[in-house]
């Protein structure tokens, strides 16, 4: 079983203090937040730690089912960013949000942004199979201008372009999924967290009302081979969450 940490939990401080945290918990992976205030990431700073490496490619001021070209073709060309950092640093997987459909875009045009977000997806994940990456998209919690909240249709999608998706457990709980129904072969990355499903909390594993450990086995008896993200709001929920996986599964 593999285990990972975001960077996420230090956003508030350096990256390196956030890697020398995960490393001196033992554990294996730590997913790179590669946005503000980590944009520009130093891989000789990254091979100084005894970890592995996934990317979360950016998503905040990023939207790939921008209706405006502009918008549209800049945040492509970050995700494409992360998708180069991967392919230097032999990164396990990037993450990517599958966008946002603004208020007006919504309202008036809400097929036009799922087309939209599915040529960028494409686009894509034929950049990341030229660089030998796995890229993956994300299912998101039930906010307003999320898209590609319901898992069958973002599987569907991402089957008919040979594409991998990262289940988020907590934003399929968000959005009242129940554990026996969050399993797809077209999952190689997990992001967990615990919520209440009222809110995408990303709590302590275990401090929720998630039935992770019927999800996790479920993935366990079907021999998934990618990594458990643990993706909490600082590093005492890594802490925690990382002892409820160790005493929870077989590490």
Do not use: C, W
């Amino acid at each position: 079983m593999k285990i990972g940490a975001s960077t996420l939990a230090g956003i508030e401080y350096s990256l390196e203090e956030t890697l020398e945290f995960i490393e001196s918990l033992g554990i294996e992976y730590a997913e790179l937040v590669h946005q503000f205030p980590s944009e520009d990431i130093d891989i000789d700073v990254l091979e100084s730690y005894n970890l592995k490496y996934s990317i979360h490619s950016p998503f905040m001021d990023v939207n790939i089912a921008a209706l405006q070209d502009k918008s549209r073709l800049n945040s492509i060309k970050q995700i494409k960013d992360s998708i180069d950092l991967a392919n230097k640093i032999d990164a396990e997987a990037v993450v990517v949000h599958p966008g946002l459909a603004s208020f007006l875009a919504k309202k008036y045009f809400l097929d036009k942004v799922y087309n939209v977000a599915d040529e960028s997806i494409k686009e894509i994940g034929e950049y990341s199979r030229d660089s030998g990456v796995l890229t993956t998209i994300e299912n998101m919690p039930i906010f307003d201008a999320m898209i590609y909240q319901n898992l069958e249709d973002l599987n569907e999608l991402l089957v008919s372009l040979d594409m991998a998706m990262t289940l988020d457990i907590g934003h399929a709980n968000h959005a009242k999924y129940p554990p026996e129904a969050m399993y797809f072969d077209s999952i190689k990355h997990i992001h967990a967290h615990d919520n209440f499903g009222d809110d995408d909390a990303h709590l302590t594993l275990g401090e929720g009302s998630i039935e992770l450990n019927t999800i996790i086995n479920t993935f366990e008896k079907n021999n998934y081979d990618g990594i458990y993200i643990i993706e909490v709001n600082d590093f005492d929920s890594i802490k925690k969450s990382y002892e409820y996986m160790k005493e929870n599964f077989k590490i």
